[in-house]
T-cell receptor, first 116, second 114 residues
């Protein structure tokens, strides 16, 4: 079945440093799934950070960006300079994109802690 | 901005207890979902619905019932709660199925079953 693997556990970064959270996927039900990054800030629900539906394209939001790489089946999340307010849990997900029964397949989440 | 609210935000019950989690969305979205989030697991889909009176089974439905009473309201029922159902529960909604769309999430309900 389809699956998403992302950087496990917690990532700690100092403010103003760069960040990368790895995400790779396996999609057996569809050749080109839609790819998503969601973020959950403390005490809040998940919210969409960015999504890309076309292989080779890059999505960006709030200084974060991720490129849909079908050759390496990856969708890594990057930011050049993190801020303390970026501390949150980040989830990579894919949509199998198959009609009304399509669903989101989720990674385990990566907790980002940004130290001042 | 889509608004999804959940109640209660925190709940403690005992094994065998009866629990109802409530979710309301105010944007007339067709689809609503219940997920659970546990350490070591991604979000797991319990049940979902594409309209009032409709119910679809998700990936981890055992021990849960759900009911969609209106376009806005979706309830998750645990009739005989067990400690294995201790979890963080999220409700979400979307205008139509996932394809090229975005799910809007509530803030979550933290349930502890003693």
């Amino acid at each position: 079945g389809d699956s998403v693997t992302q950087t496990e556990g917690q990532v700690t970064v100092s403010e103003s440093k760069s960040l990368i959270i790895n995400c790779t996927y396996s999609a057996t039900s569809i050749a080109y799934p839609n790819l998503f990054w969601y973020v959950r800030y403390p005490g809040e629900g998940l919210q969409l950070l960015l999504k890309v539906i076309t292989a080779g394209q890059k999505g960006s939001s709030r200084g974060f960006e991720a490129t849909y790489n079908k050759e390496t089946t990856s969708f890594h999340l990057q930011k050049a300079s993190v801020q303390e307010s970026d501390s949150a849990v980040y989830y990579c997900a894919l949509s199998d994109n198959v009609g009304d029964n399509s669903k989101l397949i989720w990674g385990l989440g990566t907790s980002l802690v940004v130290n001042p | 901005e889509a608004a999804v609210t959940q109640s209660p935000r925190n709940k403690v019950t005992v094994t065998g207890g009866n629990v109802t989690l409530s979710c309301r969305q105010t944007n007339s979205h067709n689809y609503m979902y219940w997920y659970r989030q546990d350490t070591g697991h991604g979000l797991r889909l319990i049940h979902y619905s594409y309209g009032a009176g409709n119910l679809q089974i998700g990936d981890v439905p055992d021990g849960y019932k759900a009911t969609r009473t209106t376009q806005e309201d979706f309830f998750l029922l645990l009739e005989l709660a067990s400690p294995s159902q201790t979890s963080l529960y999220f409700c979400a909604s979307s205008p139509y199925r996932v394809n090229q769309d975005t799910q809007y999430f509530g803030p979550g309900t933290r349930l502890l079953v003693l």
